[in-house]
């Protein structure tokens, strides 16, 4: 059962990976450059039991964070809040929950990052996701 669950978790993981490296190239050039993702490294290995899911996206959403201060006008800042409003269109829970906490939570927190700037950027969907972190930070 639990092999069944890893499965489960394997799938997640390289479909929300294949998603962001299609749509944003640039990013997975990005991180071979730099020899990989820590997180990702072995997103392809049957045998890796590290399918750190919420840290490979919180990666990318501080990444993002200082590409939205750098210059929140930038093709890839339009095509991340695409990325991420495309995610955000799923009707499965744990998706939605990594978007979220693996993403939203991130750039709601970020220093630097304008709050109102991420939320006209984000899905009618997502905005209340993202709006929610005000109860928890100031």
């Not at 890893?6 to 190239?25: A, G, Q």
């Not at 049957?46 to 959403?61: A, I």
Request: charged content about 25%; aromatic content about 16%.
């Amino acid at each position: 059962m639990i092999r069944l669950l890893k499965e489960i978790d394997r799938y997640i993981f390289n479909t929300l990976i294949s998603v962001l490296y299609e749509k944003l190239p640039e990013y997975k050039s990005v991180l071979d450059s730099q020899g990989g993702s820590v997180y990702a490294k072995n997103y392809t290995s049957e045998n890796s039991s590290d399918f750190s899911t919420y840290l490979f996206m919180n990666e990318f959403s501080i990444f993002l964070g200082g590409k939205i201060i750098e210059d929140k006008n930038s093709v890839f800042v339009k095509k991340s809040f695409e990325c991420i409003n495309f995610l955000g269109q799923s009707d499965n829970c744990e998706i939605l929950n990594i978007v979220h906490v693996g993403i939203l939570e991130i750039l709601y927190t970020e220093e630097g990052v304008k709050r109102e700037f991420v939320k006209m950027n984000l899905s009618e969907k997502l905005q209340p996701y993202f709006e929610s972190w005000s109860k928890y930070y100031r």
